[in-house]
C-alpha cells in the first residue's frame, strides 16, 4: 500500500488485488475516479482517498471523490470520460443494480477518453446481506467488453488493458471481480507511471454522439454491436486468453477463469494430471473461435466457474451450432451448495463460491479418479462438530446499542415492524437483538414500510443509515410524504459510512455540510427531532413514543458518532 | 523448501489476523519466495470470527488451504480453534492462544472440550498463554498474535526467518506500535 505511488520501475511489492487495480489505473495515467463504498470493492476508494493529495503532485487534474450512490458515481465517471478523461469508477455488484439504468445506455454512446468500470460481486455472500449475484449477466445485456483477472498481478495488467482498450475503442470497459480474488494479496511488479497529457481536454459537443433519442437510439444500438464485433477480433487475438498444458493429448479440457483459474491449476497439482486448461481473461466478448479449436480436440470439457453458468451456457451455444461431439460439463442439473458444498451429485455448485477442493473433487470425479485426500470423509468428521456461529455483532461502546435499548424499553415487539437495512445495523437481525423484520437493499426500509403502512395499517420502525439516507433513503421519504403514510423513520446517524471504513458522506461534508434533518424537514415530513441517544436516552425514549402515535410519517435522527471513529480522530 | 506451506489465521474479528498476514507476506516478500494471502473485510471483522489465510512456496496459485491441507493452524481464539478443523488432518500443527472470548447467547465450550475435538484431527497441539504474557509484560493482548509468529518460528512451524519476521513486522506496523511488536516477537523467542 505506502508504493502505491512508488516510481521503482520492476520493483516487487505486496499489494491486495483491489489496491493493484489502483496502481493499474496510476500507471494508465488515471484523472478521475468516483465510487461508492461496498465490500469487496472498498479498497479502491479507500485507497485514492489516502492518496489523492499525492496523485495531484504527479497529475495536477487528478479528482477522487466518494459519490453519494453509484448511479451518481457512474455517470460523474462519465461525465469525465465523454470530455476526454481517464475515468475508473469502482462499485460492488449491488451497486451496478443501482447504476444499471445508466450503465445501458453510456454503451450506446460510448465515450472520448477512457472509461474503466470496476465491479466485484460476492460468492457465498460474505459481505453482502441482501442476493448473491453473478455480474456477468450484465456484460451480455449491456454489451459491454469484460475483463476477469486472476491474481493481483492480473489486476494491475489487466486495468492497463483496460484503460488502452477502452480509449481504442471509445467504450466503457469491465473488470468483474469476486471477493476471494479481490480480497487476494500476493507480489506486483511495478511499471511505469504514465503522465503525458499534452492539454487539458474539454467537452466537445456533439449531439448526434451523446444524446440518445429515438430513431438515432437505434442507430447507437447497431454502432455498439459493430464495436463488439471489432472487439472479439481483439479478443481472438489477446493473450489474455491462454492454454495451459496445450500439448496434452488428454480428451478432458478445463475452461475457466478468474479466481476458478487459480483452484484448476492447485487441483491439477495435486492429482498430477495436465489436462489442457483454457483460461478466459476476456469473458465479453468471448474469443468463439478460439474457443472451438480448443473443443475440437476434446472429448468433454468442464467448465470450472463460481455461481449460476455464464461461460457453460455461451460455450454449449458454441458447440451447438458448430455441431459439435463434445460433452459439456459443469453445474449440470441439481442446485446444490452453500458455504459448505454437502451434497456433490452436481459436479459443481451454483450457490456459493469454489474452493480448491470443490475443483479436485469435481476433476477427479469426471475422471473416475480417486482425489488426493478424502475429502468426504474428512468433511463428515468436522461436520460432527457443531461448533456455535459467531456471527458480527455491534462493536463496545457503538452508539446504535442505546438505540437498541430505547427501543426495547418503551416499544411492544409484538404490535411493531421492524425495517432494516445495509450498514453496521443490519446486526440488529442477530438473536440477542433480534430488531430487524425484514431487509432488503439501500433505501429499501423506508419504502417497504410505507407500502406495509399503508395497506396493514401496521406500525413500522423503519431504520436508515445516515450514509445510506443519502445514497437511496431520499426519494423513499419522499414518496411517504406524497403518498401518506405514517411510519417512524429512525435515521442513525454515526457521522460515517461505518461498516466500509469509516468513508465520509454529505452529512459530515467535504467543506460543505449538508444537515440530514433540513432535508428531512424539505421533504415535507412534520415531526423531526434531532437526538443524541447516548446522551439525552430519556428525550430518545420519549420521542420514540410521541411519534408512534402519530398520523403521518415521522423521522428521529438518532445523532452520535461511530465509537470507532471517535477512537481514531482522538490518536 | 519443496512443498507448499499453508496457514491458516482464526480468531475473532479486532484481534489483529490482517496485520499478522501483511507480516508473514513482506517476509515472504523479503525471502524472495511466491505466496498467496486470503482475508475478508467488511461486517464480519465486526466482532464475528475472522479467518485469514497464506500460502507460501516456489509457485503458488490458489490463495485458499484446501480441506484437510494446512501445516499450521494459528487459533487467537480457542474456540474459534474447532472452526479451523476444517483445514486440519494428521499432518497439522495446532499453536493455541490460551484466550477464550465467549460468543453471546452462546454457552462457552470448555478448554476440555475443545483439546478433545482437536484431538480427533491431530496430536500436534500447542497451548501458548500468548494474551496472558502480552498482557502481563506490555499491557497489550493484541500483541498476542505477534508473539505467536514469533513462537512457531522459534518451534520450526513456520518456514521463514527470525530477521525476516522483524523486518516485515518494520514494513507493516506504525512507527507509534513498532518497537512493542518487535519486542512481543523477540520475548516469544527469547
Known sequence: ?571 | MKKDFNLVIVGVGGQGQITLLRILEEAALVENKDFKGSELHGLSQRGGSVEVQFRMGKNIFSPLVSQGDADLILALEMQEALRALYYASSKTQFLLNELIIPIPGENIIPKEQILNSLKNFTKKIEIVEASKICREKFQKEILAGVYLLGYAQKKGFLPLKKESLEEGIKRVVSEKHLEENLKALRLSQS
Not at chain 1, 413 to 424: D, L, M, N, R, S
Not at chain 1, 542 to 564: D, T
Open chain 1, 1 to 571: 500500500m505506502k508504493e502505491i505511488l512508488s516510481k521503482e520501475i520492476g520493483k516487487k511489492v505486496l499489494f491486495l488485488s483491489n489496491e493493484a487495480v489502483c496502481r493499474g489505473a496510476i500507471e494508465s495515467g488515471v484523472d478521475f475516479v468516483s465510487t461508492y463504498p461496498g465490500t469487496p470493492a472498498s479498497e479502491i476508494g479507500n485507497t485514492f482517498w489516502q492518496i489523492e493529495k499525492d496523485l495531484k503532485k504527479i497529475n495536477p487534474v487528478f479528482h477522487f471523490e466518494f459519490s453519494t450512490n453509484e448511479k451518481v458515481a457512474m455517470e460523474a465517471a462519465a461525465g469525465a470520460a465523454i470530455s476526454g478523461f481517464k475515468s475508473l469508477v469502482a462499485m460492488k455488484h449491488f451497486g451496478l443494480n443501482v447504476a444499471s439504468d445508466f450503465f445501458h445506455t453510456i454503451m450506446y454512446s460510448g465515450i472520448e477518453g477512457s472509461m474503466v468500470i470496476f465491479v466485484a460481486d460476492d460468492p457465498s455472500c460474505w459481505s453482502s446481506a441482501q442476493s448473491e449475484q453473478n455480474t456477468r449477466f450484465y456484460s451480455l445485456m449491456a454489451h459491454i467488453p469484460t475483463l476477469e483477472p486472476s491474481n493481483p498481478q492480473e489486476f494491475k495488467d489487466f486495468t492497463k488493458f483496460a484503460f488502452k482498450l477502452s480509449a481504442q475503442f471509445k467504450i466503457p470497459v469491465m473488470i468483474r471481480s469476486t471477493t476471494r480474488a479481490s480480497h487476494q494479496s500476493g507480489p506486483v511488479t511495478l511499471g511505469e507511471i504514465l503522465n503525458s497529457k499534452s492539454q487539458i481536454p474539454k467537452f466537445v459537443k456533439d449531439p448526434r454522439r451523446f444524446s440518445t433519442m429515438a430513431p438515432r437510439v437505434l442507430e447507437m444500438k447497431k454502432e455498439l454491436f459493430e464495436k463488439i464485433e471489432v472487439i472479439k477480433r481483439e479478443s481472438e487475438r489477446s493473450n489474455l486468453n491462454k492454454i495451459i498444458y496445450g500439448n496434452s493429448k488428454e480428451k478432458l479440457g478445463i475452461i475457466t477463469s478468474g479466481v476458478s483459474f487459480l483452484y484448476v491449476i492447485e487441483a491439477l497439482k495435486k492429482l498430477n494430471l495436465k489436462l489442457p486448461v483454457l483460461k478466459l481473461g476476456f469473458i465479453y466478448p468471448l474469443p468463439e473461435r478460439k474457443i472451438l479449436n480448443f473443443l475440437k480436440k476434446l472429448k468433454s470439457v468442464l467448465i470450472v466457474e463460481e455461481l449460476e453458468p455464464y461461460l457453460e451456457r455461451e460455450i454449449a451455444i458454441l458447440a451447438k451450432k458448430e455441431n459439435l461431439k463434445i460433452k459439456i460439463l459443469g453445474k449440470g442439473e441439481k442446485i446444490e451448495g452453500g458455504r459448505i458444498w454437502k451434497e456433490r451429485k452436481a459436479i459443481l455448485p451454483q450457490i456459493g463460491e469454489l474452493k480448491p477442493e470443490y475443483v479436485e473433487i469435481a476433476i477427479s470425479k469426471v475422471l473416475n479418479k480417486k482425489p488426493s485426500f478424502n475429502y468426504q470423509l474428512h468433511l463428515k468428521k468436522f461436520e460432527k462438530l457443531k461448533i456455535p456461529a459467531r456471527p458480527p455483532i455491534l462493536c463496545p461502546g457503538c452508539p446504535y446499542w442505546a438505540v437498541i435499548n430505547a427501543i426495547k424499553k418503551v416499544v411492544d415487539p409484538q404490535k411493531v415492524i421492524f425495517g432494516g437495512e445495509i450498514g453496521c445495523y443490519m446486526v440488529f437481525s442477530h438473536p440477542v437483538i433480534n430488531l430487524q423484520d425484514y431487509l432488503y437493499c439501500m433505501g429499501s426500509s423506508t419504502s417497504v414500510a410505507h407500502g406495509i403502512s399503508k395497506m396493514t395499517k401496521q406500525k413500522v420502525i423503519a431504520f436508515v443509515g445516515d450514509s445510506s439516507f443519502f445514497h437511496a433513503g431520499i426519494p423513499a421519504l419522499i414518496n411517504a410524504v406524497f403518498n401518506q403514510s405514517n411510519p417512524l423513520i429512525i435515521i442513525l446517524d454515526n457521522q460515517t459510512t461505518a461498516m466500509t471504513g469509516h468513508q465520509p458522506h454529505p452529512g459530515v461534508g467535504n467543506g460543505k455540510v449538508i444537515k440530514i434533518e433540513d432535508i428531512v424537514r424539505a421533504c415535507g415530513i412534520n415531526n423531526v427531532k434531532v437526538i443524541d441517544q447516548v446522551e439525552n436516552l430519556k428525550e430518545f425514549e420519549e420521542a420514540i413514543k410521541e411519534f408512534l402515535e402519530k398520523e403521518e410519517a415521522s423521522v428521529i435522527v438518532a445523532r452520535h458518532i461511530c465509537v470507532l471513529l471517535e477512537k481514531k480522530k482522538k490518536t
